[in-house]
């Protein structure tokens, strides 16, 4: 008691001495102080060993949050680096651990639904963007039915109808854009890239009678959709926030679209169009429930989101390559010459497989610039780590980034260069995979077709297990066959004419070029 009356009293004879607002002050300061404090030793001196290793951080709740969020990738290599493939790091507060490399894709992406899931995780940021009873806002086992509903849209047959559609879409576009009057010019090609891979996406799955009903303003809305993603909204998605009063008007903007287009088909008996929105129309469920209105048009939104935030970067960034890279955007245009002739005909689903430097272009680009940085899981039970001593408790969520085994020498040389090249078998810089890597890996049919298991690739840029994205094939088609068509039009450099890319904007959930991200633009003789 003596020293703490010692203590005690010249303290409050200080405090005495100061205004309100400074009392105020020395106390916040007083408790940050000892938050840090406690916060430090209970890392130095509390240590979990069956659990992985925590990031050192000084601030309780807040941890590594800015620092992750900053730049996510470089997060997990230097953290890598210091702690091994698997540790964790405080986000708002809550233990993320992040398991990373082969081994760890497979363990989070292939993860038993009964001890890791999605919904959890995903549902605040997916529900509002996409509506109400669809994705993660319904059981899992009905999401694997929407997904079957799907896939109608994603056979051999309908890729060999959208390659001419994608063709057309691309070339109407470019001839109507004012960005590409005259001859040469400067243009933000994100923006451009935006609005191709929406109005390829709506006429391809969509039919033509939505793409109709589509312009640059429903593009911008669709924007306005991708940005419902922002990370804030894993804690703010109620909130009466500037960009999520503009999530909520698109999402009621388009879902009244397609209702609207529902109910005058349903009033007209009968559609020449067998689209995707007719096909849904007439499904049921297993329990012979047919899909309501609202889930169709919902489950519409959905399938164009899905691939538009990561077609859109993807294009993006391609056409960046591109103009860093005028070599390889020659290279493209003789291939098409060489293969297709030099009068260079409309295209065709059948001439992609002829074009493979233009295979390679979207294979390498997906490699560096992956859309979805991290894939979370909400842990349902304790799940022991195989080979380790470490059990993941459900108080951690858990955290896969396929971009670092993507970017990991061990697998890619010179990881961190451009050069499409390298997915030529006899490259010097060919990735060290196992060649029929694919074919042998392991198929599971989680309710809506056999699919590719995946996880233990060190190439994963469309998720591995039972949310793999079901339109890789579809993406893998409308990349090659818009490139195809801007590389028979177009001539790109770097407006300063450095080979250099702009850096990723991380303030998504997606990474996207920094905007303005522009390039200079020449036309071939058209």
């Known amino acids: 008691m003596g020293l703490l009356e010692d203590v005690q009293g010249p303290v409050s004879q200080y405090m005495a001495q100061l205004s ?19 916060n430090v030793l209970r890392q130095i001196l509390f240590k979990n060993s069956n659990e992985p290793p925590v990031v050192f951080h000084w601030f309780p709740l807040i941890g590594s949050t800015i620092t992750y969020g900053m730049d996510p990738p470089r997060f997990f290599r230097e953290n890598r680096a210091k702690y091994g493939d ?3 790091f405080i986000l708002l507060g809550k233990k993320t651990t992040v398991y990373v490399g082969p081994a760890g894709n497979d363990f989070i992406l292939n993860g038993k639904h009964k001890d890791v899931c999605a919904e959890d995780i995903y549902g605040v940021l997916t529900t509002p963007v996409f509506g109400k009873d669809v994705v993660y806002d319904c059981p899992n086992s009905k999401l694997m039915e929407q997904k079957k509903f799907m896939k109608v849209a994603l056979t051999t ?30 243009v933000n090609i994100p923006k451009n890239m935006a609005e191709i891979t929406i109005f390829t996406a709506s006429h391809c799955l969509q039919g033509s009678q939505i793409r109709n009903k589509f312009d640059e303003s429903l593009a911008a809305l669709y924007h306005d959709l991708d940005m419902g993603f922002t990370p804030v909204n894993f804690m703010l998605h109620w909130a009466p926030l500037p960009w999520n009063n503009r999530r909520d008007h ?31 129309m007439n ?16 489950m519409l939104i959905a399938l164009l989101m899905a691939g538009q935030h990561s077609s859109s970067s993807t294009s993006s960034w391609m056409m960046l390559r591109l103009a860093s890279r005028p070599d390889i955007m020659e290279a493209l245009y003789r291939e098409q010459v060489e293969a297709l002739g030099a009068d260079l005909p409309d295209l ?26 991290s894939i979370m899981r909400a842990v349902k039970n304790p799940i022991p780590v195989p080979g380790t001593k470490y059990v993941i408790p459900t108080s951690h969520t858990l955290l896969a980034a396929g971009g670092v085994s993507a970017t990991d020498p061990a697998y890619f040389p010179e990881p961190d260069l451009w050069e499409p090249t390298r997915w030529n078998k006899d490259s010097p810089l060919a990735p060290s995979l196992a060649r029929n890597e694919a074919e042998e890996e392991e198929k599971v049919d989680y ?16 998720g591995a297990g039972r949310h793999r994205c079901i339109g890789e094939q579809f993406a893998n088609v409308q990349l090659q066959a818009i490139t195809a068509v801007i590389v028979r039009m177009f001539k790109f450099r770097n407006v300063d004419g450095s080979n250099d890319v702009i850096a990723t904007d991380y303030a998504s959930l997606f990474s996207r070029p920094i905007e303005p991200a522009k390039i200079h633009w020449e036309k071939r003789n058209w």
């Open 348 to 373: 065709t689903y059948e001439d992609l497989a002829k074009l493979p430097l233009n295979q390679a272009i979207v294979k390498e680009t997906l490699r560096l610039h992956a859309p979805i940085h």
């Open 447 to 462: 309710g809506y077709g056999l699919v590719s298991k995946g996880g233990r690739s060190p190439y994963l840029p469309f």
């Open 283 to 298: 499904a049921s469920y297993k329990n012979d429930v047919p899909v309501p209105d609202h889930e169709i048009a919902h």
């Open 250 to 280: 698109a999402q009621r903007t388009i879902a009244k679209i397609y209702m609207d287009t529902i109910a005058e088909r349903r009033a007209a008996g009968k559609s020449d169009a067998q689209d995707m929105m007719w096909h849904l």
């Open 20 to 38: 309100t607002p400074s009392q105020v002050g020395v106390v916040v300061a007083a408790v940050l102080f000892f938050g840090v404090l406690l």
């Open 86 to 88: 698997i540790f964790t």
């Open 157 to 186: 047959a309908a890729f060999q109808s959208y390659v001419p559609i994608i063709a057309d879409e691309v070339t109407s576009y470019l001839k109507r854009c004012p960005d590409f009057k005259g001859k040469s010019g400067v």
